[in-house]
């Protein structure tokens, strides 16, 4: 019942921007954390930065200073603007959610479908 939508997606050149959305729908409870995460050709998939429902906020190394996470817990949903992108933020990226269906339910990850970010001249 629980579904991650992601957009934002596309091809952008080196240096642009783009801005990433993922609504969270469906039976939630709570939600105790969403995130990014991307996955490239032949590469293991990697957090990308992450939220909780406090406001803590935390990035991959490679990202810091060039992309920001926010979200609307009102709306569901995480955002991701990325600035100063690189050939190397190439991949698919996946919208991930640390929720609760319901009040005796138990904790658990659910994603989205993906969404192909590709950064090239």
């Known amino acids: 019942q629980v579904q991650l939508v992601e957009s934002g997606g596309g091809l952008v050149q080196p240096g642009g921007s783009l801005r990433l959305s993922c609504a969270a729908s469906?039976?939630?409870?709570?939600?105790?954390?969403m995130g990014w995460y991307r996955q490239a050709p032949g590469k293991q998939r990697e957090l990308v930065a992450a939220i909780t429902s406090g406001g803590s906020t935390n990035y991959a190394d490679s990202v810091k200073g060039r992309f920001t996470i926010s979200r609307d817990s009102a709306k569901n949903t995480v955002y991701l603007q990325m600035n100063s992108l690189k050939p190397e933020d190439t991949a698919v990226y996946y919208c991930?959610?640390?929720?609760?269906?319901?009040?005796?339910?138990?904790?658990?990850?659910?994603w989205g479908q993906g969404t192909q970010v590709t950064v090239s001249s």
């Open positions: 469906g039976s939630i409870f709570v939600i105790y954390a």
């Open positions: 991930n959610a640390d929720l609760k269906k319901r009040l005796l339910s138990n904790r658990g990850d659910y």
